[in-house]
């Protein structure tokens, strides 16, 4: 009990303003009225958009700039697995940025092509743990830019990689059937395995730069996997279950085996440098430091001497997930844990997983965990202390593969989204995917063509935020303008009569003068609704009068001054 909570919202001149948003910071009612424990948000102004409501169980400060980004799996009850960004800044926290119709998204995230920013996953269909689909690179107005799949294998390539090395060419995964001897494991001399293969692909070119494939190097003896009533070409036996690759400076690869219990560093010829882990392990790797089922390996620094994985578990000695940073030698062949990370219920992921070093130049770095089947993330001080525990599902009937907090600018060019409930004179607007939108400009006109006069403005405070129309003299006819962070005008909405959609054009009035009393509104108000019963919100009032507050959390109401200011629209 006593989880604190964030008061978003905004005060203004000469008039009380509650602010709200559909983010939960109380447990125990998160997930009530929905089955599969997978509470969502809609909105007004876009329809389209369902992504799961957020649980924060604890916040702190220190938490590093960027935006969250999950590919949302499993059943939802929105029906909606689709990529989305969060906004976890002080002010929007646990606030929708984008999400797109991309189903069974893996491995999404942020990642540099051509030398620009652009965002990056796979999509396709979700089997038996490994997946047939193909990868997609969206530029930053979210357009589609490539589409491809691995090379040979088109529409089967695997879900567990997509990384773009610094030139420009794609690490992927191929899972494929390959008749094996299987008697070392119990099975037939002719049973069959799955082939797990990494390709490093030229994207531009589509040629193929390098292919691995365990089977040739690795040898069935070396798994942990029991083989059950695997091993037939319907069912074949994952011996090796490869599920991260990662091409270091020198031009070698760093391959995870998850029921190897190993990691493998492959030479550019194909060859095994070296294990660390499993069976034949080649290092000293010690007691806390073991690690089973791992997912996500990857080097931190471009010297190879510190190590970072998912440790699914369990271990003999630890019974849940946890994310590792090693200490790796690799001349004296020795692995020391150097700080593990686990959040407060310690909370054990079966499969899938994640943990990111937030900025790997700095050692006062924070740190990411995202828990793949179970549908947790959690970021952590650099001296491992627990800052953000959340959520973005009651059940694991919704998970996401892999969790990251990374720097984004979105300009999409679809317009922005408007609905007038002209019953409660009120406007709700929205831009998915827009990260640079600091205020919203209402204009009214009595026709789509005619003059468009100022009716009210709003900060924006989260992904759908609602303009306060009460007290203007409205036309026929409204309108929004996103501002951006300097006062430029970024782009305008469609109009709307509060029952259709209509293309507009017209002069502007920039007139702030056609409200019916002195003050002009600036009521900003956060918006979602969970599609999930009532859910926990949390709430902030500002009276001119008072300046109080009242901020209710899990077991506590505490009363907060907040000082009355005037909202500044430039």
Known sequence: MGVKTLVLGAVAALRCVSAQDSVSFDLDTYGEGDASGTPYQTFRSNADAKPPQLQINKHETGLADGLVFIGVDGAPTSGQNWPTIWDFSPDRLGTLVWTGNYTEPFDFRTQTYR???VLTFWSGELLDGYGHGSYYILNQSYAEIAHFSAVGYEGLSDLHEFTITPDDTALVI???PKQADLSDVGGDQDGWIFECIFQEIGIDSGKLVFEW?????????????????????????????????????????????????????????????????GKQS?????????????????????NQTRMTIFDNGPTAAVGYSRGLLFDVDQHAKTVRLIREFHNGAKTFAKFEGSLQVLDP????????????????????????????D??????????????????????????????LDADARTAYVSWNGATEVRRWDVYSADATNGTWRYAASAKRTGFETSVDLGGVRLGGYVRARAVGERGDALRWSRATDGKGMFDAEGDVDEGRNITSSSAVSTTAKATGSSAAGSKATVAASASAASGLAVRIGRGVVEKVVVAVVAVALV
């Open 174 to 176: 191929v899972y494929t």
């Open 282 to 302: 080649d290092f000293d790797v010690a007691d806390d430091a073991v690690f089973a089922f791992q997912h996500d390996a990857r080097w931190v620094d471009g």
């Open 115 to 117: 030398g620009e920013p």
């Open 213 to 277: 494939n365990a089977s040739t190097h690795v040898g069935i003896n070396e798994t942990v996997n029991e083989l059950g009533d695997a091993g037939s070409e319907g069912s074949p036996f994952d011996y090796f279950h490869m599920n991260s690759v990662l091409k270091d400076a020198d031009g070698d690869y760093l391959v995870s085996g998850r029921v190897m219990d190993a990691v493998f560093k492959v030479s550019r010829s194909g060859d095994i440098i070296w294990r660390l882990g």
């Open 361 to 388: 130049s700095s050692s006062n770095t924070n740190y990411l965990l995202g828990y793949g089947n179970q549908p947790f993330l959690a970021e952590f001080s650099p001296n491992g202390t627990l800052l953000l």
């Open 390 to 419: 959340a959520q973005f599902g009651a059940t694991n009937a919704v998970n996401g593969y892999r969790t990251y907090k990374l720097p984004w600018t979105g300009k999409p060019t679809a317009r922005p989204d408007i609905h």
